[in-house]
């Protein structure tokens, strides 16, 4: 199916968005850091990022930023514990298509996954 890229340090998160998108059909990347998440973006240009905005050596609006700038049709979807107005705001101006807070369920992420990747190929889901 489409190539996803996760961006998250915490292993258990990790490992449960990797098996749900794989069972799903995807093919699926995984990076632990900023920089490791950012390079796996250039190398497998995934046609969609989850990244968590609490990374352990770069800010991740920066890695949003930056991964906007590099690969711009990517689809970005930010998973983080924020959930201030505010924070929303930031991370969908820094180029994310998309704003989950922690905890979410599995089940709401493969729907949206799901759904940005049918707009992405142009089929609007809906039933004729």
């Given at each position: 199916?489409?190539?996803?890229?996760?961006?998250?340090?915490?292993?258990?998160?990790?490992?449960?968005?990797?098996?749900?998108?794989?069972?799903?059909?995807?093919?699926?990347?995984?990076?632990?850091?900023?920089?490791?998440?950012?390079?796996?973006?250039?190398?497998?240009?995934?046609?969609?990022?989850?990244?968590?905005?609490?990374?352990?050596?770069?800010?991740?609006?920066?890695?949003?930023?930056?991964?906007?700038?590099l690969l711009p049709a990517t689809i970005?979807?930010?998973?983080?514990?924020?959930?201030?107005?505010?924070?929303?705001?930031?991370?969908?101006?820094?180029?994310?298509?998309?704003?989950?807070?922690?905890?979410?369920?599995?089940?709401?992420?493969?729907?949206?996954?799901?759904?940005?990747?049918?707009?992405?190929?142009?089929?609007?889901?809906?039933?004729?």
């Amino acid at each position: 199916m489409s190539r996803l890229l996760v961006i998250e340090d915490d292993v258990t998160i990790a490992t449960t968005l990797e098996l749900a998108l794989r069972a799903g059909g995807h093919t699926v990347f995984w990076a632990s850091t900023g920089r490791a998440g950012i390079n796996a973006a250039i190398a497998h240009k995934p046609q969609l990022v989850l990244l968590d905005l609490g990374l352990p050596d770069l800010d991740g609006l920066s890695v949003c930023r930056e991964i906007r700038s590099l690969l711009p049709a990517t689809i970005i979807v930010l998973l983080t514990a924020h959930r201030e107005e505010l924070d929303v705001v930031s991370g969908l101006e820094s180029g994310a298509d998309d704003y989950l807070t922690k905890p979410f369920r599995v089940i709401e992420v493969l729907a949206r996954v799901g759904a940005h990747l049918r707009r992405a190929n142009g089929d609007s889901g809906l039933v004729q």
